[in-house]
């Protein structure tokens, strides 16, 4: 079983379409991530969720919508996409607290053209 | 956030012991310092994570200096597979309680000699 899955892994669209990537976790973590990583290979994390509350938003673009339907689920909606969001996005999730480790997804490299 | 200062690139023979450093001078007391790595075209992976003491697992052993300003990453038999980006985090407390997310860096490209 796979911890933590990412859907789709590949995802090529045109510019301003409204486009989402789903993540679901099946390790009982309370909180989930989703991480940018750009084309230099810089990784940055975008949105934390813990409970079903935004507990950070890294000053991400608001075309840019994290959705929690519960626990398990975290799920990115991206509405009129741009070029420079061409990335890879990585899911992940953890129990919250400093001393705790986080588990990722795949990856879902989305293509913008 | 303490920064985290590592060498952009090392190499190390297959079977011998990859010593990765990691320079975190203005770490705080309750700032726990955690490894992950990337392998190529896949999401990061945990190793391992310290306080003070060090720490040992099935992937590796954190050894973090007596005043915590520098910490070493050692994986005892390097094999072809460990090739990755392998990044040093400390993790700082967080308004919101410890439900913040990783600061990645750029991390050292390892890369494991045939």
């Known amino acids: 079983d796979t911890a933590v899955s990412q859907t789709p892994k590949y995802l090529v669209t045109q510019m301003g379409n409204d486009k989402s990537i789903k993540c679901e976790q099946n390790?009982?973590?309370?909180?989930m991530y989703w991480y940018k990583q750009d084309s230099k290979k810089f990784l940055k994390i975008m949105f934390s969720?813990?409970?079903?509350?935004?507990?950070i938003n890294e000053t991400v673009p608001n075309r840019f919508s994290p959705k929690s339907p519960d626990k398990a689920h975290l799920n990115l909606h991206i509405n009129s996409l741009e070029l420079g969001d061409s990335a890879v996005y990585f899911c992940?999730?953890?129990?919250?607290?400093?001393?705790?480790?986080?588990?990722f997804g795949q990856g879902t490299r989305l293509t913008v053209v | 956030d303490a920064k985290t200062t590592q060498p952009p690139s090392m190499d190390c023979a297959e079977g011998r012991a990859a010593n990765l450093p990691c320079n975190h001078s203005t770490i705080s007391g309750n700032e726990y310092v955690y490894w992950y790595r990337q392998i190529h075209s896949q999401g990061p992976q945990y190793i391992i994570h310290?306080?003070?003491n060090n720490e040992t697992n099935e992937m590796a052993s954190l050894i973090i200096t007596e005043d915590r300003k520098s910490s070493t990453l050692i994986l005892p038999h390097a094999t072809l597979r460990d090739t990755a980006v392998y990044y040093c985090i400390v993790r700082a407390p967080y308004s919101g309680g410890g439900a913040d997310g990783l600061t990645f860096g750029k991390g050292t490209h390892l890369i494991i000699q045939p």
């Open positions: 390790l009982g973590h309370d909180t």
């Open positions: 969720y813990n409970n079903k509350e935004l507990i």
């Open positions: 310290g306080l003070k």
């Open positions: 992940a999730s953890s129990f919250k607290g400093l001393n705790t480790e986080a588990f």
